[in-house]
């Protein structure tokens, strides 16, 4: 009875430590909770895979070549380099087809009823100076002047030397017929007007610096260049156009 009793007793004191052990509170500053490195779990990613590729046996198309800049054309080996500046307009040479040119358009004679065994071949006579460069016509005053070809007036001047004067362009603009000493105009006749061959434009006189007793008409032909300009151009002579043939 007494060990019995005895080990209530025991018990019962054991049992009471130990709630008052439980009821304790936790003291800070224990040791630190171990924390492990556990490797992160990865996840498994499947290999990536190529596409298969597909063999063509079509022929490829290879690119355009490349354009290659124009070659520089090589000088001729006939066409010497100039040996100097290129003539003024009045040193350019007559061509020796201008008169078979000006025969193919069939010129009048620029007065009207001329015989033209009366002209004068005065191309070359020196007057005040210089070459004269055309013909003198000489003819009552008040003569009618003709247009020798179809053209239109490109000028109507007064200038010293010539008076009044008329500058007529053939069709193609390819040369210039002149006209001076004009006592007067057609009526009507304006720069631009389309002469006809044979039309009336205008009657001799001795304005300019012709002698007042020697009515004449004072005309020339002139090739005329690029710029079409009605007072440059080379003369040429129309007295073979009209000379009576030699027997």
Same mark, same amino acid.
């Given at each position: 009875?007494?060990?019995?009793?005895?080990?209530?007793?025991?018990?019962?004191?054991?049992?009471?430590?130990?709630?008052?052990?439980?009821?304790?509170?936790?003291?800070?500053?224990?040791?630190?909770?171990?924390?492990?490195?556990?490797?992160?779990?990865?996840?498994?990613?499947?290999?990536?895979?190529? &596409?298969?590729?597909?063999?063509?046996?079509?022929?490829?198309?290879?690119?355009?070549?490349?354009?290659?800049? &124009?070659?520089?054309?090589? %000088?001729? %080996?006939?066409?010497?380099?100039?040996?100097?500046?290129?003539?003024?307009?009045?040193?350019? &040479?007559?061509?020796?087809?201008?008169?078979?040119?000006?025969?193919?358009?069939?010129?009048?004679?620029?007065?009207?009823?001329?015989?033209?065994?009366?002209?004068?071949?005065?191309?070359?006579?020196?007057?005040?100076?210089?070459?004269?460069?055309?013909?003198?016509?000489?003819?009552?005053?008040?003569?009618?002047?003709?247009?020798?070809?179809?053209?239109?007036?490109?000028?109507?001047?007064?200038?010293?030397?010539?008076?009044?004067?008329?500058?007529?362009?053939?069709?193609?603009?390819?040369?210039?017929?002149?006209?001076?000493?004009?006592?007067?105009?057609?009526?009507?006749?304006?720069?631009?007007?389309?002469?006809?061959?044979?039309?009336?434009?205008?009657?001799?006189?001795?304005?300019?610096?012709?002698?007042?007793?020697?009515?004449?008409?004072?005309?020339?032909?002139?090739?005329?260049?690029?710029?079409?300009?009605?007072?440059?151009?080379?003369?040429?002579?129309?007295?073979?156009?009209?000379?009576?043939?030699?027997?």
């Amino acid at each position: 009875m007494a060990k019995l009793l005895a080990f209530l007793l025991g018990f019962t004191a054991g049992a009471a430590a130990l709630w008052m052990w439980s009821r304790a509170p936790v003291r800070p500053g224990g040791p630190a909770p171990v924390v492990r490195n556990e490797p992160a779990a990865v996840a498994s990613v499947p290999p990536a895979t190529a &596409p298969p590729q597909t063999l063509s046996l079509a022929p490829s198309a290879s690119p355009p070549p490349p354009e290659l800049p &124009p070659l520089a054309a090589a %000088p001729s %080996p006939s066409a010497p380099a100039s040996a100097g500046p290129a003539p003024t307009r009045t040193d350019l &040479p007559v061509l020796t087809t201008d008169l078979d040119r000006l025969r193919a358009h069939g010129l009048l004679p620029p007065i009207a009823g001329l015989n033209v065994r009366s002209i004068r071949d005065t191309f070359e006579e020196i007057h005040s100076g210089h070459r004269h460069e055309a013909i003198d016509i000489l003819a009552p005053r008040g003569t009618p002047v003709l247009a020798v070809d179809d053209g239109p007036v490109s000028k109507l001047f007064t200038s010293n030397p010539g008076g009044l004067t008329v500058y007529q362009f053939d069709g193609k603009g390819e040369y210039c017929y002149y006209y001076a000493h004009l006592d007067r105009y057609a009526d009507g006749l304006k720069e631009g007007a389309l002469l006809k061959r044979g039309e009336t434009l205008g009657y001799v006189g001795t304005t300019g610096n012709a002698p007042m007793n020697t009515p004449h008409l004072h005309f020339t032909i002139f090739r005329l260049g690029p710029e079409k300009r009605w007072w440059e151009g080379v003369a040429v002579n129309p007295y073979p156009l009209w000379a009576p043939a030699t027997p």
